[in-house]
């Protein structure tokens, strides 16, 4: 079984390096930016014409972006990253689209057709359904997958089968959502940690290959990621929290899902751990 360390020394450090540009278009921008074709946005090519010698006005359009296109998917902010790490960003796109040449746009789903549909882990920002529009797709293997609401800082639902077709919403309708492929088994109605919260996302990375998310709820900060179970049997949900006070989480019970917690006390889908219990502790979802 593999699971993600979680460690809040490096989580929450404060960096002294520079943002890394890359990193950073990966994991906020790659989902809807291509180098040389167009698919939800603007290529990295278009890009460059666009931004080239404006970094100014680059930042600007990021943090506070509007519609342009008629049809088109008006980009979220991206004021989360902050401005350094949108500079960094911008010196990224401005390197790898150099000297490169726009394709003619092609049809269909980039991400469903090989071999990219065969890349496990994978992860894309997308619109999806019964979601915010800050919702992001994981595929944790070749069976499991799931829906993480960045908007609202929690899990939405994970799936059994294939991954997802994103074709109508890269074509840039406006309104198209990505389609599951497989069966939903798994759905959660509100945050483990309650409805009536004060959330903030601050964000998430990439690793090896699986997203670490890390969010603020009230006064606590919370670190979430996930990896999968071998077989293809679910997935480990690893939490790390910063809290002064004991927690009760809810995990409602489902039909065909078996809930085990490493720590505290799991009854009734509710879990009862003591703040050092929440320092680390993950839970095994075993979906048929």
């Avoid at 002294?16 to 990295?44: E, I, R, W, Y």
């Avoid at 999968?228 to 939490?239: A, D, K, N, Q």
Wanted: charged share 20%.
């Amino acid at each position: 079984m593999k699971q993600i360390s979680l460690t809040f020394a490096a989580a929450f450090s404060v960096a002294a390096a520079a943002p890394d540009g890359k990193q950073l278009f990966t994991t906020n921008c790659s989902a809807c930016h291509m180098l040389d074709q167009m698919v939800v946005g603007p290529s990295l090519v278009e890009m460059r014409s666009l931004y080239g010698g404006k970094q100014d006005d680059f930042v600007k359009w990021s943090i506070a972006p509007q519609k342009k296109r008629p049809g088109a998917i008006e980009m979220p902010s991206q004021a989360h990253i902050g401005e350094e790490g949108l500079r960094a960003i911008y010196m990224h796109v401005m390197q790898v689209s150099k000297g490169v040449t726009a394709k003619k746009q092609e049809k269909g789903d980039p991400y469903a057709t090989a071999p990219t549909h065969l890349a496990r882990p994978q992860v894309q920002r997308i619109f999806m359904p019964d979601a915010s529009p800050a919702a992001i797709a994981v595929a944790l293997d070749d069976t499991n997958s799931l829906c993480w609401d960045a908007g609202n800082c929690r899990l939405r639902y994970a799936w059994k089968g294939g991954f997802i077709d994103g074709f109508s919403y890269w074509q840039g309708n406006g309104s198209s959502l990505a389609k599951i492929l497989g069966t939903v088994n798994y759905t959660e109605q509100a945050s483990p940690f309650g409805r009536d919260q004060d959330l903030k996302f601050l964000g998430y990375k990439v690793k090896d290959g699986l997203p670490v998310f890390r969010y603020q709820v009230g006064e606590k900060m919370v670190i979430e990621a996930y990896s999968p179970i071998g077989g293809g049997l679910g997935f480990v949900r690893s939490f790390a929290i910063v809290t002064t006070a004991p927690l009760v989480l809810d995990f409602p019970a489902q039909s065909g899902v078996a809930i085990v917690a490493n720590k505290g006390r799991l009854e009734g889908g509710k879990l009862t751990l003591s703040p050092a219990e929440a320092a680390a502790f993950n839970l095994t979802f075993s979906l048929k």
